[in-house]
């Protein structure tokens, strides 16, 4: 009876490792990161011969006093604020040993009751608001720009679609942005629009584009797991090939051509597309800021921000985008686009050292979406089938990822290396509470 008590108690620590380890990676915690905490979390509790693996989405726990390997798959959950705020803290806590092994299932369960779901209509409009604020940013024209804040209510529902089932998930950005491109392109025939930029197409569907998947997975194989990177890079690419499948059947359905950047309607002409007048034209410049105004806003909703971090994270975003708008003219977007990134997670990290309740992850995550090329790439895979060197596509996209995934590893490092050394020049009220320090993350 003394063996099966010890076999259940060394269970209950590898079953709240791999439950843990799953919570991480919903919150969207690099491989390399879920798999330093779990194994700091077993050391720090005299467990060293734990084994902890990830391969992609499965994480593998081996206790060796328990003579059995447990496996599981993450579950695919969307966190709202609270709960991420609750894994980031839960996950800082175990890693330093402040949680025991035995007790990490009850404390994933209070993680996930924490916080509040966003209501259905924080859904439909936090989506609307991304792919409007993404709309002006990227710079397609005005009519589009209209159109997309409510094909974003469709995003929503297909987001929905993708929780159902694996089956479901696979095919809907296909189904998606087929759908949302028949729409606009319908729209486009009533207003006799003879010409659309691409950019117009990729924006109401930009909450699937797997920009951020794919910087991640390049941060993955840059940290030395090249399996789950790959893993993720070769699904990211998967996902693009489906949502330019999605957008040139409809354009196909339409009678419509991918010329370069533009796609040519078989109605209308040149004239009457100028004859729309200012509906045809692309915003200005300095509405860019107001387009990551509307990108931070939809984001909050989405994942239900309160209003005081959701101030914080816009702060970040919009600094980061003044940082790759002032820079690219002298550097170079993918440059510029790797500056920023540095920026914006330093900051976040920084909020983080005096204000725990307030991760990175959660704050620079909307800057993420800005910032990826996730737009781009799907813009460069449809432009490759109307006549676009492969090259010149594909070039600037992984110039980016790459840049991105430098960023971030330099602002991580910045944050370690500057504050220890400005912390005595900050007022004692006001410095981080070190005996509560933070989980290692990459974001």
Do not use: K, Y
């Given at each position: 009876m003394g063996f099966g008590r010890g076999m259940r108690v060394t269970s209950g620590k590898a079953t709240g490792l791999l439950e843990l380890g799953t919570l991480m990676a919903d919150a969207g915690y690099p491989v390399p990161d879920v798999q330093a905490v779990l194994r700091a979390a077993a050391a720090a509790q005299g467990r060293p011969d734990i084994v902890v693996s990830a391969l992609g989405?499965?994480?593998?726990?081996?206790?060796?006093?328990?003579?059995?390997?447990?496996?599981?798959?993450?579950?695919g959950r969307v966190l709202n604020y609270g709960q991420t705020r609750a894994t980031t803290q839960l996950s800082a806590a175990a890693s330093h040993g402040n949680v025991p092994l035995e007790s990490l299932s009850d404390e994933v369960k209070r993680a996930l009751a924490a916080g509040t779901n966003p209501p259905r209509w924080a859904i439909m409009l936090g989506c609307g608001l991304v792919s409007l604020g993404l709309g002006i940013a990227f710079d397609a024209p005005y009519w589009a720009i209209g159109i997309s804040f409510f094909l974003g209510f469709i995003s929503s529902a297909g987001m929905g679609a993708i929780k159902l089932t694996k089956r479901v998930a696979s095919i809907m950005p296909l189904v998606l942005s087929f759908i949302t491109t028949l729409l606009l392109l319908?729209?486009?025939?009533?207003?006799?629009?003879?010409?659309?930029?691409?950019?117009?197409?990729a924006v109401p569907v930009v909450i699937l584009v797997p920009g951020a998947v794919i910087t991640q997975a390049v941060l993955e194989i840059s940290g030395g797991d090249p399996i789950s990177g790959g893993g993720r890079l070769v699904a990211g690419l998967?996902?693009?090939?489906?949502?330019?499948g999605g957008v040139l059947l409809a354009v196909a359905v339409f009678g419509g051509r991918p010329s370069g950047y533009y796609v040519i309607l078989p109605w209308g002409s040149e004239l009457t597309t100028r004859a729309l007048g200012w509906w045809a034209t692309a915003p200005p410049a300095w509405t860019g800021w107001l387009g990551m105004l509307g990108l931070g806003i939809g984001f909050a909703l989405l994942v239900w921000f309160p209003w005081k971090p959701a101030l914080l994270m816009l702060a970040v975003l919009e600094i980061a985008y003044t940082i790759l708008t002032v820079c690219s003219p002298l550097m170079g977007s993918p440059i510029a686009t790797g500056i920023a990134a540095a920026a914006a997670l330093f900051i976040s990290r920084s909020v983080e050292r005096y204000s725990p309740a307030l991760p990175p992850?959660?704050?620079?995550?909307?800057?993420?979406?800005?910032?990826?090329?996730?737009?781009?790439?799907?813009?460069?895979?449809l432009s490759s089938s109307g006549h676009v060197d492969t090259g010149d596509v594909a070039m600037p996209v992984m110039g980016t990822i790459l840049a991105i995934a430098v960023g971030l590893q330099v602002g991580a490092l910045a944050s370690e290396l500057v504050h220890p050394h400005v912390r005595h020049l900050i007022p004692k009220k006001l410095r981080p509470n070190v005996t509560n320090p933070q989980a290692p993350t990459v974001l």
């Open positions: 989405d499965q994480l593998i726990v081996d206790d060796p006093m328990d003579n059995c390997t447990r496996t599981a798959l993450t579950s319908a729209v486009a025939a009533l207003i006799q629009a003879h010409t659309i930029p691409l950019v117009a197409l998967l996902t693009w090939g489906l949502m330019a992850l959660i704050l620079f995550r909307p800057t993420f979406w800005a910032l990826v090329p996730g737009t781009l790439g799907l813009v460069g895979i």
